[in-house]
């Protein structure tokens, strides 16, 4: 499974960006954004359940981001509304074998990034003020 992550660039405070993630694969995964930014650790944005029907979101991002898919395109997208300057980072896709969100299994994503087995490369979202 290869996931290929673009869509970054330079905004300023108050913009949008559309973040895609690319899953070349046979398999639909339940899939995840995360950002690094220097010096910290790799921090949750977002996850979204296999089939669509389930989203959940850090609290600073809320209002602001949404995460979708569109599995005939084996594409996730984040739309990423009113940024701001703490939201620079590179965000990374993921995916994970935790079918979370689905009848019956837990309502709530992977808590930690080692849960989540393919990674994309990274898109680079820079936010000035």
């Known amino acids: 499974v290869q996931l290929q992550a673009y869509g970054g660039g330079s905004v300023q405070a108050g913009g949008s960006l559309r973040l895609s993630c690319a899953t070349v694969g046979r398999r639909h995964y339940a899939m995840a954004w995360y950002r690094q930014s220097p010096g910290k650790e790799r921090e949750f944005v977002a996850a979204i359940s296999l089939t669509g029907g389930s989203m959940y979101y850090t609290d600073s991002v809320k209002g602001r981001f949404t995460i979708s898919r569109d599995n005939a395109k084996s594409t996730m997208y984040l739309q990423m509304n009113n940024l701001k300057p703490e939201d620079t980072a590179v965000y990374y896709c993921?995916?994970?074998?935790?079918?979370?969100?689905?009848?019956?299994?837990?309502?709530?994503?992977?808590?930690?990034?080692?849960?989540?087995?393919?990674w994309g490369q990274g898109t680079r979202v820079t936010v000035s003020s």
């Open positions: 993921s995916a994970t074998y935790n079918t979370w969100g689905e009848a019956g299994t837990a309502s709530t994503p992977p808590p930690i990034p080692d849960e989540y087995v393919y």
